[in-house]
């Protein structure tokens, strides 16, 4: 089946055009800056030059009709009628407490989605107004939805709650939510095939690690507890998000500094993490230059951000009782030796050993990169959450279901 996977942000579009049949990606490209006059929209056919056309492009509506216009346009297109389109999966950020899988869209869905803005007053917006596009302009094709939330929305209360007055849970329901719920999921059936075991007889612990970073622990192919939270700035310490922290600096520097809500808000998300401590960069290929050139506060900043990794592996495993597989993914769980290196150092006792010279080597693809005599398997896999909304889709269409978990 052909499908359309959108993940629509507030001022981009990110697009792929998957045949599920042997899992190919035919085009995939984004839109950037939608609302401008100089609109950017960036296409990559399959084995063809990718082609940037610059233009107005005023809201999201528009910005799906230039794709599905570029998809079938005769020199950079890979299909010839839009009804080659068969479905269309949506990533939406935010499924609240509604949604434990992914769903086909219906207007109840909708009302839903727009129930749980409040929870994702930046993210759901956008992806409801692509829902609303893709439908408008591919009214034949079923629509479906997969939340970056809903891997993680049956975990145990006990790592759901936080500790405030129950009523504040029962009233906003502010919880523990967790996110990249799509790549935990698809890089744990990913290392139970690896591992050639049946998912329900795994506890992995799966650090989904790029510029938004996360941990899952997972349990059986359950998640069971996540260290991002109500939103996506809790747990670890990210490219420009803080991660965990007390929270009553917060409350002090705004005192402090004399900072509104949407100030702090934007000092933690954006201006904290490895960016706020190196004062370098916050992506990490350029933190890794710098700790090489002997930067003390990139070095720093490069060991908070293991050292907060090393520290939540360790509570993971007592949360699962055990450990049989640690999968690194993302763009610096995927590639980063030296980020691999430092959070598997020291870690004999808990059954952890990475093949060091392996892991130097860069492999590329689905690696185990432990050593022969690990206990526990040290596992790269590259994600691919485009797949796992693709393949879901399918699911949902062609089993005729309403719901995937
Ligand atoms: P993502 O958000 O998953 O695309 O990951 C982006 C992060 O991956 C950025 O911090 C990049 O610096 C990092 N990254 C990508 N390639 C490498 C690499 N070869 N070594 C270290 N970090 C990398």
Redesign the pocket.
Known sequence: MKILVLNCGSSSIKYQFVETKDKTTLAKGQVERIGMSSAILTHQPINKDKIKIVGEILDHSIAIEYVIAVLLSPNHGVIKDKNEIEAVGHRVIHGGETFSGSVLITDAVMKALKDNIELAPLHNPPSIKGIEAAKAHLPNAPQCGVFDTSFHVKMPPRAYLYGIPLELYKRYKIRRYGFHGTSHRFVSQRASAMLNKPIEKLKIITCH????SSIAAVDGGRSIDTTMGFTPLEGLVM?TRCGDMDPSVILYIMAKEGLTQAEANTLLNKHSGMIGLSGVS???????DAVMAGDKKAKDAFDVFCYRIKKYVGAYTAALGGLDAIVFT???G???E??RQAVCKDMGYLGIELNEELNQSRPGGEVDLSTSNSKVKVLKIP?NEELVIALDTEEIVEKGLSEVK
């Open positions: 690690l790029g510029n938004g490219g916050s992506d990490m290929r350029e933190l890794e993302g763009g610096i995927e590639n980063s030296m980020v994600t």
